[in-house]
């Protein structure tokens, strides 16, 4: 097993320890899955078909989103608060000084905590969203593998989002206000409280080509069965793209980041 | 060029600080960290590299490992420039903060050593020997399945040093090994890295604040103050440098006046309790035996110079040459 392989196993395992936590997360998805469920039917009652869904997929979109919550870390966390702190306090120049590259490192982690998140926190709300409400599920297995693919990719973009919040820290020193601006432009620009494609004109174009919108929105649709055949790679190309795009942008930045910054303390 | 396995060369680190001054108006101002070091440590060679809190030892490691670029100055280790090639010099040396953990927080050891394993590429049976060895040595047999968080201070230091040896660095530099640690512990360490010196031949350079640390297990010692070298030489010589002075405390049965001795001045007195202060070049075996030839003692104890008083005593000192 290669190293990056190996971080990963560790990153599942730990996040896999923390079972209580687990729980009150899946009981915490639920009942956000919920309520916001009963708001979509409110709101598909009166304007059936917005956004090109109908009430079923608008539904399914909920629990979705519930399911995908963590794993694609809408409101920050995971390795995020960790590397932040470690280049505050000056740890991370046992990072730096190890013959593994930094970015690829908690990347491999990231990746580790999304699988286990996807299993522990994601396969309970999408269960008992199907078990209560009529879900458009996908209709061949090509769909669900698809979806998965374009659920690891959308981790890979958020992941580089977050990496980039997280190299703030390297000038900024605290990571707090950024990581709460990314918070919120995260929520709103990934389809998290609604489906970007229901934003009207150039709010909803421009939502839909930012990067936020490759951690829910995109394979969601593939889920819901709305991209397929050459839109189908379109959509995963569209991810592709950002995810290489934001992981150069912050290799580019973390050489600065290294070079230029005082490793704090010590 | 001599064969030094580390090699500084005029080495300098200039930092840039802003500081308020006023409401919004930012002063700059460059804080020279390392100002001009040179030095170089042949393989083999275990030096103790000391020097009061920011007088620039962390900063000149932090060179040595390549995460600061030096802003003047030539700098080698085993022939490379460190933060050049960074990645390939982290395979040749291992590196210990005393104040930091390489380790991972969450992990039993096992697993964290598995992951070192993995990024320095170390051959298995390499691996086996060497693990082994640092279990044996640094008693860390019952510690291997325990996650890092739950080790004491003492355990998490041995098993930080292990991990820094299992892929056979050539050079290893200690940042305050034994900062922290319990005496027990203390000496565990310092048995141990004796032996990886002489046994191994490894290059060692130690950082420290205990002046003990530097007498049991460096024959060369340098000293930094305002990111200058202000020696480099052997322990003994450094307290004849530095003037430094140890203290006979000695209890008499009862009050006397200020004794008298030669080479050695009563610096006070209390009671039947007196200091008596002499230079920590000579030996407390003569004064003793005279003390007690001359007056009824009760009780005697030596107490050794404490490093920063003779570093402090020495930059006072060079700075009155300059």
């Known amino acids: 097993m290669s190293l990056y392989a190996a971080v990963a196993v560790s990153g599942f395992r730990r996040h896999s320890t923390y079972r209580v936590a687990t729980a009150a997360g899946i009981f915490t998805n639920t009942v956000f899955g919920l309520i916001m469920a009963y708001t979509y039917i409110a709101l598909w009652d009166q304007r059936p078909h917005l956004g090109g869904y109908d009430q079923s997929m608008a539904i399914t979109y909920v629990w979705i989103g519930q399911a995908l919550f963590i794993t694609v870390a809408v409101l920050g966390g995971g390795f995020q608060d960790e590397l932040i702190e470690r280049i505050r306090s000056g740890d991370v120049a046992i990072d730096l000084y190890r013959p593994a590259d930094l970015q690829a490192w908690w990347l491999a982690s990231d990746l580790g905590r999304a699988a286990f998140h996807l299993i522990g926190r994601g396969i309970v709300p999408m269960l008992f969203g199907a078990l209560f409400f009529d879900l458009t599920m996908p209709g061949t297995p090509l769909t669900w593998v698809f979806f998965i693919l374009s659920v690891a990719i959308g981790v890979v973009v958020s992941f580089a989002l977050r990496y980039l919040v997280v190299l703030s820290a390297f000038w900024l020193m605290d990571g707090g206000g950024v990581t709460t601006i990314s918070g919120l432009a995260t929520m709103f620009f990934s389809g998290m409280l609604l489906p970007l494609n229901v934003f009207p004109g150039t709010l909803g174009e421009v939502a839909r080509l930012l990067p936020w919108s490759a951690l829910l929105q995109v394979p969601a649709d593939i889920f819901l069965g709305v991209h397929t055949g050459s839109g189908l790679l379109k959509a995963l190309a569209f991810q592709a793209g950002w995810a290489v795009v934001l992981l150069g942008t912050g290799r580019a930045l973390q050489a600065v980041a290294t070079r230029k910054v005082v490793v704090q303390g010590g | ?322």
């Open chain 2, 1 to 322: 060029m001599s064969d030094g396995l580390i090699e500084l060369d005029g080495v300098e680190k200039v930092f840039d600080v802003r500081r308020r001054a006023g409401l919004l108006r930012r002063e700059r101002r460059q804080v020279r960290a390392v100002d001009g070091i040179s030095f170089t440590v042949p393989r083999g060679e275990m030096v103790g590299y000391i020097g009061p809190n920011g007088a620039g030892k962390s900063t000149t490691i932090k060179m040595l490992t390549g995460i600061l670029t030096p802003s003047g100055g030539r700098l080698r280790v085993a022939g490379i420039d460190p933060s050049r090639e960074r990645t390939r010099l982290a395979r040749r040396i291992g590196v210990v903060f005393g104040q930091r953990t390489t380790l991972w927080w969450d992990l039993p050891l096992r697993d964290s050593y598995q992951l070192v394993r993995r990024m320095y590429r170390i051959p298995d049976d390499r691996y086996r020997v060497n693990l082994e060895r640092c279990v044996e040595l640094l008693d860390l047999r019952d510690l291997l399945e325990v996650p890092v968080r739950q080790l004491s201070l003492g355990q998490r230091m041995r098993g930080d040093i292990a991990a820094a040896l299992l892929h056979d660095p050539e050079v290893l530099y200690l940042d305050e090994p034994t900062i922290g640690l319990d005496v027990v512990s203390k000496a565990k360490v310092r048995e141990f890295l004796r032996s990886v010196n002489t046994e191994q031949g490894m290059t060692v350079l130690l950082t420290t604040h205990d002046l003990t640390d530097i007498e049991q297990l460096c024959s060369r010692v340098m000293v930094i103050d305002h990111g200058r070298l202000m020696y480099d030489g052997g322990l003994a010589e450094l307290h004849a440098v530095g003037e430094s002075e140890r203290t006979l405390v000695v209890d008499f049965e009862r009050e006397l006046p200020p004794v008298e001795l030669p080479g050695a001045r009563c610096e006070r007195v209390d009671g039947p309790r007196q200091w008596l202060v002499f230079p920590a070049g000579s030996s407390a075996a003569p004064l003793v035996a005279e003390l007690a030839a001359r007056h009824p003692v009760v009780d005697l104890s030596v107490r050794e110079p404490v490093i920063e008083d003779v570093i402090a005593r020495m930059y006072a000192e060079s700075s009155a040459v300059v």
